[in-house]
């Protein structure tokens, strides 16, 4: 039996290239284990409307639904700034594009 490497096209974070990335500026993939995909904005609607378009473009561009572990939700109401931070944890593999590349070669590979 012989051991197959799988080579993933990864950023300088760790993450797939052609990962989706939310669209507005204030929204980032951070880098921790489970990383935090944060939505911020203050206006908590909006926020949560960009964290389920981008749930829907990455589960398209994963092939399956995305590991989410624990939403985070941070805010401050103070009176003339108030801010909602939204953070998706979701888990680095899925990120990185391992479930697809994972299918993408197993497609390819010659059952005998």
Same mark, same amino acid.
């Given at each position: @039996?012989?051991?197959? *490497?799988?080579?993933?096209?990864?950023?300088?974070? %760790?993450?797939?290239?052609?990962?989706? @990335?939310?669209?507005?500026?204030?929204?980032?993939?951070?880098?921790?284990? =489970?990383?935090?995909?944060?939505? /911020?904005?203050?206006?908590?609607?909006?926020?949560?409307? #960009?964290?389920?378009?981008?749930? #829907?473009? *990455?589960?398209?561009?994963?092939?399956?639904?995305?590991?989410?572990?624990?939403?985070?939700?941070?805010?401050?109401? *103070? !009176?003339?700034?108030? =801010?909602?931070?939204? !953070?998706?944890?979701?888990?680095?593999?899925?990120?990185? %594009?391992?479930?697809?590349?994972? #299918? !993408?070669?197993?497609?390819?590979? *010659? /059952?005998?």
């Amino acid at each position: @039996m012989s051991e197959e *490497t799988i080579q993933l096209e990864l950023n300088d974070s %760790g993450v797939a290239v052609d990962l989706p @990335m939310p669209a507005n500026q204030r929204d980032q993939v951070q880098e921790v284990p =489970y990383r935090p995909v944060e939505f /911020r904005d203050d206006d908590l609607p909006s926020a949560l409307a #960009r964290a389920s378009s981008w749930l #829907r473009q *990455t589960q398209d561009w994963l092939g399956e639904p995305v590991d989410v572990i624990a939403v985070h939700l941070d805010y401050d109401d *103070t !009176k003339g700034s108030p =801010y909602y931070n939204l !953070k998706l944890l979701c888990n680095d593999e899925d990120l990185a %594009g391992v479930p697809r590349v994972v #299918r !993408k070669h197993e497609g390819t590979v *010659t /059952r005998q």
